[in-house]
T-cell receptor
């Protein structure tokens, strides 16, 4: 079975500061991992995905995430937060043998001017 | 590429009426589409998986007769909330998978309010 845990339902950072959103996964097989962003009253937009290639994945809007098998983690980072980064972020896992996604509970990112 | 259009973006209906939500893959053929429900400040919960030309597979606890899903073509899936009640008010999001694609494309969501 697959699952993801997002530590911290709310994260606040100052504009220009480092963004770190945590995600740990549980999977019995090598997983595919994703980060999505959701703005108010909108659907989900893919930020980046890990599909067993390079462990450091670069996504859109300056975000990146590193797959660490030893820590079963896939944390999302951005060196310098921008006001427009304020949104809800979801980590998701999908096994490489199935179609179903399992989403974390989400982390709300607030950027303080 | 890989655009999913969901319509309507918001709808208000009276209790007891039915509402249909459409999910279209605009530039690819989606063999499988998924319907999610999201309550305020919560994550997405998978409701059902629909495969083109076959019956949808519902997750445990989701009423099949209340949430009717039709996937008649490779580009269109519909979710009909029948005899809607205020507790059905929620944000509904669809997603579509593309053959040989690892990721899934999500629609923009539908805000349903039942009064």
């Amino acid at each position: 079975a697959q699952s993801v845990t997002q530590l911290g339902s709310h994260v606040s950072v100052s504009e220009g500061a480092l963004v770190l959103l945590r995600c740990n996964y549980s999977s019995s097989v090598p997983p595919y991992l994703f980060w999505y962003v959701q703005y108010p009253n909108q659907g989900l937009q893919l930020l980046l995905k890990y599909t067993s290639a390079a462990t450091l994945v670069k996504g859109i809007n300056g975000f990146e995430a590193e797959f660490k098998k030893s820590e079963t983690s896939f944390h999302l980072t951005k060196p310098s937060a921008h006001m427009s980064d304020a949104a809800e972020y979801f980590c998701a896992v999908r096994s490489n043998t199935g179609n179903q996604f399992y989403f974390g509970t989400g982390t709300s990112l607030t950027v303080i001017p | 590429g890989a655009v999913v259009s969901q319509h309507p973006s918001w709808v208000i209906c009276k209790s007891g009426t039915s509402v249909k939500i459409e999910c279209r893959s605009l530039d690819f053929q989606a063999t499988t589409m998924f319907w999610y429900r999201q309550f305020p400040k919560q994550s997405l919960m998978l409701m059902a998986t629909s495969n083109e030309g076959s019956k949808a597979t519902y997750e445990q606890g989701v009423e099949k007769d209340k949430f009717l899903i039709n996937h008649a073509s490779l580009t269109l899936s519909t979710l009909t909330v029948t005899s809607a009640h205020p507790e059905d008010s929620s944000f509904y999001i669809c997603s579509a998978s593309r053959p040989a694609n690892y990721g899934y494309t999500f629609g923009s969501g539908t805000r349903l309010t039942v009064v």
